[in-house]
C-alpha cells in the first residue's frame, strides 16, 4: 500500500466536473414522447383500447423525464389528448350495430 506522501496526485487542484450547456434544440429526441404520440393516433383513429391506454402511459413517462419545457410540453400535451380522445371514444362512444333481424 502506498503512503499519502508519495501520493502524486494534488488534492488542492482537484475541480468538479461542471457539465457543458447544451442548448434546447441539440438536445436528444424523447423516444417516449413520440411513441406516445404515434399510440395515441392509432388509439384514436383506429379505435384500439390498448394503444390509447399505452398513450397514457407513455406521456406520463415523458412528463416525468421531461427536459425542455416548452417543446416537450407541447408533445405531451397532445399525447395525451389523444389518448384521452381515443379512450373516450372506446368506452362512450357508439358501439357497433348490429344488424335487426325481424
Do not use: H
Not at 503512503?3 to 429526441?29: E, F, G, M, W
Amino acid at each position: 500500500m502506498s503512503s499519502q506522501a508519495n501520493d502524486p496526485r494534488q488534492p488542492s487542484t482537484a475541480k468538479p466536473y461542471k457539465t457543458p450547456p447544451v442548448a434546447p434544440q441539440d438536445l436528444p429526441i424523447d423516444y417516449s414522447g413520440f411513441i406516445a404520440v404515434i399510440f395515441g393516433v392509432f388509439g384514436a383513429m383506429f379505435r384500439y383500447k390498448v394503444c390509447s391506454w399505452l398513450a397514457i402511459i407513455f406521456s406520463a413517462q415523458s412528463l416525468a423525464n421531461m427536459r425542455n419545457m416548452e417543446n416537450d410540453l407541447k408533445q405531451i400535451s397532445m399525447a395525451m389528448m389523444f389518448g384521452i380522445m381515443g379512450l373516450m371514444t372506446n368506452y362512450l362512444g357508439v358501439g357497433p350495430r348490429g344488424s335487426k333481424k325481424t
